[in-house]
C-alpha cells in the first residue's frame, strides 16, 4: 500500500507570506494527525481527525494555522502569515480506526526567512 | 501533563559497539510506550512499542523494556551496524485521552562509523 505523502517536501518563504501543506493518508484511514518539530525541541501534537472532523486541535498554536480536511480524504494545514517561529518540520500520520499505529509521513520541511 | 526525557544526543559509536538510549517518562495514566526511528531522508518509523509494564518490545535487534517502577524504557541494541545510523525518538500514548496522541521526546542523533 501506498504510504503517507506531503507536499511539498521542502518550503521557504518569506515572513507574511501564506503557505499550504498538503497530507494525503494511507487510503481507508480515518484518522489523520499533524505534528511539527520546531529545531532542537520535540515534536509537537497539532491536531487529530476522525474523517472529516476535528477530533482534538489542542496543540494549534494560534489562529494563523488553519487545518482542513474535506471529505475526510487529504488535508492542508494552511499558515497565514506565517512568522519566523513557524519554522521546522511538519509531519502528517495517519492510522486506522481506534487506537492503531500511527504511519508517519517524510515531512515539509519549512523555512520562513 | 505527559513528558518525555531522552538523553542528548549526538552519539557517535563504532561498528559493533553495545548501544543504549536513556528514556523516561511521566505520565498520569498507563500509557503505551514507543521508540520511533527517523532514517536520514525518511518519515518516522514505529520501530517498537509495549503497551503495559514489564513488556519488552524488540524488532531489528532493538530492545526496550516497560519499567513502571523507574517510568523507563531504554532502548538497547548489542551490536551497531552504520544502516542504524538515525535519529530515535521515545514517545508515549495515553489512549485514555481518547486519542492516539503522541507526546515525543527531543530525539537523539545516532552515528555509527565504520
Known amino acids: 500500500e501506498a504510504g503517507v505523502t506531503q507536499f511539498p517536501s521542502h518550503s521557504v518563504i518569506e515572513k507574511g507570506q501564506t503557505v499550504t501543506l498538503r497530507c494525503d493518508p494511507i487510503?481507508?484511514?480515518?484518522?489523520l494527525y499533524w505534528y511539527r518539530r520546531v529545531m532542537g525541541k520535540e515534536i509537537k501534537f497539532l491536531l487529530h481527525?476522525?474523517?472529516?472532523?476535528?477530533?482534538?486541535e489542542s496543540g494549534m498554536p494560534n489562529n494563523r494555522f488553519l487545518a482542513e480536511r474535506t471529505g475526510g480524504t487529504y488535508s492542508t494545514l494552511k499558515v497565514q502569515p506565517a512568522e519566523l517561529e513557524d519554522s521546522g518540520v511538519y509531519f502528517c500520520a495517519s492510522s486506522q480506526e481506534g487506537p492503531s499505529p500511527l504511519h508517519f509521513g517524510n515531512g515539509t520541511r519549512l523555512t520562513v526567512t | 501533563g505527559n513528558s518525555v526525557t531522552q538523553m542528548e544526543g549526538p552519539v557517535t559509536l563504532s561498528e559493533e559497539a553495545f548501544l543504549t538510549i536513556n528514556c523516561t517518562y511521566t505520565a498520569t495514566g498507563y500509557p503505551s510506550l514507543f521508540w520511533y526511528v527517523q532514517y536520514p531522508g525518511e518519515g518516522l518509523q514505529l520501530l517498537l512499542k509495549?503497551?503495559?509494564?514489564?513488556d519488552k518490545g524488540s524488532n531489528k535487534g532493538f530492545e526496550a523494556t516497560y519499567r513502571k517502577e523507574t517510568t523507563s524504557f531504554h532502548l538497547e541494541k548489542g551490536s551497531v551496524q552504520v544502516s542504524d545510523s538515525a535519529v530515535y525518538f521515545c514517545?508515549?500514548?495515553?489512549?485514555?485521552?481518547?486519542?492516539?496522541?503522541?507526546?515525543f521526546g527531543k530525539g537523539t542523533k545516532l552515528s555509527v562509523i565504520p
Open positions: 514517545a508515549l500514548s495515553d489512549s485514555g485521552a481518547g486519542s492516539y496522541q503522541l507526546t
Open positions: 509495549a503497551t503495559k509494564a514489564d
Open positions: 487510503s481507508g484511514h480515518d484518522n
Open positions: 481527525f476522525v474523517k472529516e472532523s476535528k477530533q482534538d
